[in-house]
């Protein structure tokens, strides 16, 4: 039901009474408009294909495909979500990688297929959004439409004959009608109603809404600035963006824009479900961090959890997860020390935490004096048990830590210029040392332990355990904005899908008998039983001002067979 | 083990022997409802109740008795008689009669089903409830948790709607048979021992937005199953019309088929019996109407839910929406609801195709829930199976 009245209203001879109920475009009812497709020119099919793009059919279409294209994002990985895990998929399926990347699966939200779905939807969205608007400030200025001829073939309908007289009638029926807020207006021997008005604005809100939070997104996509860093305990972070070590900045991300703040790590504490099925998984991760608001800002005290961050400085500092760093000291061949410190060791299983420790010293003398350079590589184990026969942790807490390492020598190939992980040794341009047999030299070492390098190379001593967290520090723009486009779309919904719009219409015209008939008919958006409930009250709140008279039935008036006084329930299961 | 965790082992054992308790009593619920139908079938009530379909009048009327105050003192006015009529066009076709097809016997089963189920609904609320404490936090921890959480609130709609005197006795044996698969699998397939939560699930959005997509999957079963059952007794009114069904064209279609032709004749007799069932069934457009008043209820709900969940992603993971698959299932769900609402106001959408697409919706609701926890691993990592 829209500006041109629908064929049903047409049947139910209705006419303008049933009109601009609601903004909705009018839609064809049955497939596609064939005879209105243009015989003119560009302008003409631009018009038509624009009128196509904005009936709610397409736009229906477009939400349908918007659900169908999210599908492969949650089946395939995605790189904005693991690039890691992108990486073991790609290797684990080569044949069709080269087509899932032309296909741009492996980042669905972003690919030209998925934007160009939600852009039209958006268009639609807009190209629907302002003609309604316009339509229903036009609804808002005028007047509810004057009475059909028959008020007996409205959705509901009730009658009854007064002695007061018709005018009596009628400015009581105005009173009545808008001491319930209706909007009215009266014409000659009736009265028009309307009532509900919300439900389009409620509606129109939440469209404009989606528009918001979809422009909230997408700013906080084009400038938001993301990074990570792990901290051993001990060391500290100062937001700037060397000290990162990844950044991710949106697209549209101005460096400067990154306040100044800085942070310690104090000490990490975490527990682990020790028994049950479910042992070995996390109950507590809390980072304790002194942190500081600005370049010289006062030092303050905190703790971090995974749903509680820290706020400072415009930013949002996450934990993200931890891990061990055995602290070693290294001395060369020469006796001196030539590293002595914490090595970060990532984890390699993530339930028991098993680490891979890669320590590289890159200033070395051999026993000789001569210049060389020295790679560790191994692994941590926080809880190891060689019962077991394997070399994995058991448990992700330090119940039995054992540091087991293996070293080599030779170019470290840190001076070739390119950008090395500090978590791979490369070996290519290295000899692994050998123990007196010939094979691979190799420690297991427990805190407080010493390896010694064969032929006097130096020595390696595990000296203690500390703790590292990683954070991510999160710039977010546009997360206000979002929630206020969410909130808007919230009371938008309810409103446009708890509130009714209806009409209702009050005649009153003087009978044969000088009598008044006083008749009353309601439509609604659609069939509701709280129309002719709302009716009964108001016809019965109209009553006392035109109180009725006996009368003798009449069958044109009432079809309902008066031998059998009807069920109540029946109508208001309608 | 210190006496707490020996107190609340106990409290765990508790709940599994009532969650299997209520298994029990949802069985017999489950029996008295076959029960009704089954009586409801030989009913002379439910056999006529497609004559009655035709001649029932397009009017009806209401009258009411009310008493006034005030005005002129001790007059009592009758509430006027408010006439309805059906929108011009559509199939006017009065509500069947029931499960129970009038039969005494049958409602007599009917009423001892829907007693059991509130018998049951009690126990299982004691088995969510004892399950809570011992391990003191909401009982949604897991999938077992969230399965059995899930049923009971089901359940609760369903006993709600029946206390608001609404039409919607016809949905107890869907609805148990629905519960007895739910439960069935939590127990066996997805028991997990009462434990505490992983870190990431403290906080109290963990309340607000579990809660919500709980209460708002359960009550979108309902409306499911409403677009279903309107599916089917779409077909049969269709059927109808065309003079394809009701017992005397059935009969004289088995008198007719030679008794050698036993499949044809089955399924003469199947085709019976099932039409004789969605006889008794509320109106197509009742059940329509139904499933949408229910989809666009809970609408709103379940946008807050996901709203609810952004909020708490942002505060968890520092970013409120991150395409992981939990999120883009509840998406995707949230998508196709509104297709669905949009297809009711959209001409030559309305009725099948729309049900088809509310059907659409519910399964991407289930899907997000089992399909996402069990196949793909996001960070809504909880599943625990
Ligand atoms: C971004 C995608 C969209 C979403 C998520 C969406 C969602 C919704 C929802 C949930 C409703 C139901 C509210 C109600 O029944 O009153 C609705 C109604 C409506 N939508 Fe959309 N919509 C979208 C795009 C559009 C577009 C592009 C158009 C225009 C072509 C449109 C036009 C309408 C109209 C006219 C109604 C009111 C129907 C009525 O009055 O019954 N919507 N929309």
Redesign the interface.
Known sequence: MAKTPTPADEEQGLGEAGAQLSTAPVESPEGGPPGSVPSMGVIGWARWFWRQLTSMRVALILLFLLSLAAIPGSLVPQTSVDAVKVEDWQKAHPTVTPIYEKLQLFHVYSSVWFSAIYILLFISLIGCIVPRTWQFVGQLRGRPPGAPRRLTRLPAYTTWRTEAAPEEVLAAARKVLRGKRFRTEAADGSVAAEKGYLREAGNLLFHISLIVMLVAFATGQLFKAEGSKLIVEGDGFSNTMSQYDDFRPGTLFDQNNLQPFSFDLNGFDSSYERTGPERGTPRVFRAHVTYYDGTDGKPRETTIEVNKPLETGGSKVYLQGHGYAPVVTVRDGQGNIAYKGAVASLPVDGQNLTESTILKVPDYRDKDGEPDQIGFQGNFVPTLDLKTGTMMSQFPALDSPALVLTAYHGSLGMDSGLAQSVYKLDTTKMTQFKDKDGKPYAELLRVGQTMKLPNGAGSLTFDSIKTWATFQVSHQPGNGTALAGAVGALLGLAGSLFIQRRRVWVRAAADEHGRTVVELGGLGRSESAKLPEELGDLALALQPHAMPVPEEPEPGLDPSDPADPADPSEGARA | MNIAAAANENLAHTSNVLIYSAMAVYTLAFLAHIAEWVFGSRSAVGRTAAALTAEQ?A??????Q?A?K???GT?V?????????????ARDVP?GPGAAGGSEKGDMYGRIAVSLTVLASVIHFGGVLTRALSVERAPWGNMYEFSTTFGMVAVAVYLGLLLA?K?IRWLGLPLVTTILLDLGLAVSVLY??S??L???L??Y?LWIHVSCAIISGASLYVGAVSSLFYRFRDGLEVRQAAGKAGRDVLATKLRNTPAGDRWTRLGVRVQMGWDGALERLPASA?LD?FAYRVN??V??LW??TI?AG???A????????????KE??S???W??Y??YL??R?????KGRKAAY?GLIAFA?YLFNYYG?NIF?T?KHSYA?V
């Open positions: 009048p009017r009806q009327s209401v009258t009411v009310v006034q005030g005005g002129t007059a006015l009758e509430r006027p008689k408010v006439v309805t009529r059906a929108v011009a066009g509500d005197k039409n997990t021992s434990d505490q992983v870190p990431a403290h906080s959005w009742t109407k666009a209820t609408f709103p946008t807050f709203i952004s909020i708490w942002e505060a968890a993971w520092g970013r409120y929406w991150g395409w992981d698959p883009t299932w998406f995707i769900t998508v196709a509104a297709a949009h297809a106001a959209t001409a030559g959408w697409l991407c996402v793909i996001g625990g």
